[in-house]
């Protein structure tokens, strides 16, 4: 094991302790609305991760607000950190839903975010998920 090796694998360990949210990490099924019986028959949504998370708030964000049709919406920017090692069932993607389902913060709890971006780094502690609060 090289030097890197061992200080990425001290810094993973230590990461993994701030993770003290679970998550679910999901891709939304295909909407599909059926006219003739007026009932949403959407796709189930795809899992691609359950587990242990850091969501945490990123400090220069704002709170921008934006029209989404007729509805003024709030962005609020987070940084989802999972286990840098976690094997998941499908890379994620812009468009796919994070739900905070256990937080020792209990105001988080119920939280859903939606990914808008994702990072891959050979060097990281974490893997990291750009992601938008949209209320």
């Given amino acids: 094991m ?35 019986s007026g009932t949403d028959g959407s796709e189930t949504p795809l899992v691609l991760y359950s587990g242990p998370a850091r969501v945490k708030a990123v400090a220069r964000s704002r709170g921008e607000e934006v029209d989404a049709g007729e509805v003024n919406v709030t962005l609020r920017e987070y940084t989802v950190s999972l286990p840098w090692g976690i094997a998941v069932s499908d890379r994620p993607a812009v468009g796919d839903r994070v739900e905070v389902t256990a937080s020792p913060d ?23 998920l750009s992601a938008e609060d949209r209320s």
């Fill in 106 to 128: 209990g105001r988080m709890v119920g939280l859903g975010l939606w990914v808008s971006g994702v990072e891959f780094s050979s060097t990281a502690t974490v893997w990291r």
């Fill in 2 to 36: 090289s030097n890197l090796d061992a200080v990425l694998a001290a810094g993973r360990a230590a990461a993994a302790e701030l993770q003290r949210e679970t998550v679910t990490l999901f891709r939304p099924g295909t909407p599909d609305f059926d006219w003739e």
